[in-house]
């Protein structure tokens, strides 16, 4: 680590450029390295980081010297870049998903432990405000203990699956099942949970103007505590939604099913009463001041900030590279079970060498379309 200061190298030029000026943001932090294959996006770059060294070629910008790689390129090439990076000697903070296949995964972890340097997924669902509300009326025994949830990623992307030159993007061929990380992470935060096995299924290209072959599907995932979670992820459906409940033993919550989901609903019910008792609206309070204007809520911030913290305080960061194992690998698991009529399949702990072996070779992946 530089001393006094964090440098920071960017990979991609959309969302890079925008967690990249967060950082800068961020006392300090320095943002000296920045790369992206298409010329505009590295231009754009040059003009908003006027004091970082530039490159389109990314193994070029791993060997420049800095403490930090912002990982922001094309969702299925993370997993083997951010191996790359952490060999380069480079600190990851990578955009979801993680990975792309199970042995990415094993590969990621290992590398992960090998090199000794810091690594998460910039999973930002965990740090917006109903979160962490959600958080501690979940962990205040409130609602008691967790029996079931639903949640959701609707994300009407059809507009993006075509790249600038006409060919398909990777939101084009990709099953939406894949990209649960923001729903299904928020919900593994919130109940301080991991999942075990999951079953889906998906019901084709059916929506219209989509390119996906699968372009909306459903998936049942089962907790280590034995709850349930219901989760339905669609690039093409007709609404943007990350909409979520968590039902207890006693209790309810969920959020604001068409506003902009972040205020909360919880309703309790005394003995005998059922769903009879009347609901508490919570409002959770605002960003910092820092946060506020830095995207989603200020929930962006939050992952940039305890990633850079946890870097300058030399400790693992608080989503470290198993939980983004946890929060990648069902829905790489519910493709396949997709595949199979909705099979249950086992989500594997990577934390475990044991199961590392048994998908240490699994390299199979969706199709990518042409």
């Known amino acids: 680590m530089s001393e006094g200061e964090i440098t920071v190298g960017v990979l991609g ?69 951010a191996v790359e990076a952490l060999e380069a000697g480079k600190h990851v903070l990578s955009e979801v998903t993680a ?28 740090y917006r405000a109903r979160a962490v509300e959600a958080r501690r009326l979940v962990a205040s025994g409130e609602l008691g203990a967790f029996v079931y949830g639903q949640c959701e990623y609707i994300h009407d992307i059809r507009r993006l699956m075509r790249a600038a030159d006409g060919s398909s993007h ?41 390119l996906n072959p699968m372009d909306l599907g459903a998936m049942t995932v089962r907790l280590d505590s034995g709850g349930l979670v219901h989760v339905v992820a669609s690039f093409a459906a007709a609404r943007d939604s990350q909409w979520l409940a968590i039902y207890g033993t006693r209790g309810m919550l969920e959020a604001d099913r068409w506003g902009d989901g972040s205020t909360l609903r919880i309703r309790l019910g005394g003995e005998g009463e059922g769903g009879r008792a009347p609901s508490d609206v919570i409002e959770p309070p605002p960003p910092a001041a820092e946060a506020q204007g830095t995207g989603h809520g200020g929930s962006d911030y939050g992952a940039v900030y305890v990633f850079l913290r946890a870097v300058a305080e030399g400790v693992p960061p608080p989503m470290d590279v198993y939980t983004a194992c946890d929060y990648t690998l069902p829905g790489i698991m519910a493709y396949r079970s997709s595949c199979r009529w909705g099979v249950p399949l086992e989500v594997p702990d990577l934390r475990e060498p044991a199961a590392r072996d048994r998908f240490r070779d699994d390299d199979a992946r969706p199709p990518k379309m042409p």
């Open 170 to 210: 990777w939101r084009a061929w990709l099953p939406p099942v894949y990209y649960t990380s923001h729903p299904l992470g928020e919900m593994l935060s919130i109940l301080e949970a991991r999942p075990v096995a999951v079953s889906a299924q998906s019901v084709g290209g059916r929506m219209e103007g989509t």
């Open 99 to 126: 990975f792309h296949t199970p042995a990415e995964g094993v590969a990621l972890v290992e590398a992960v432990e090998r090199t000794g340097r810091r690594y998460m997924m910039a999973e930002n669902t965990c």
């Open 13 to 81: 030029g959309l969302r890079g450029a925008h967690l990249a000026a967060i950082a800068a943001g961020i006392p300090g932090t320095r943002v000296v390295a920045a790369c992206d294959r298409e010329p505009e996006r590295l231009e754009a770059l040059g003009k908003r980081f006027p004091d970082a060294w530039l490159a389109a070629d990314r193994r070029a910008l791993l060997e420049r010297p800095f403490d930090v790689l912002i990982l922001a390129s094309d969702c299925p090439d993370h997993g083997p870049q």
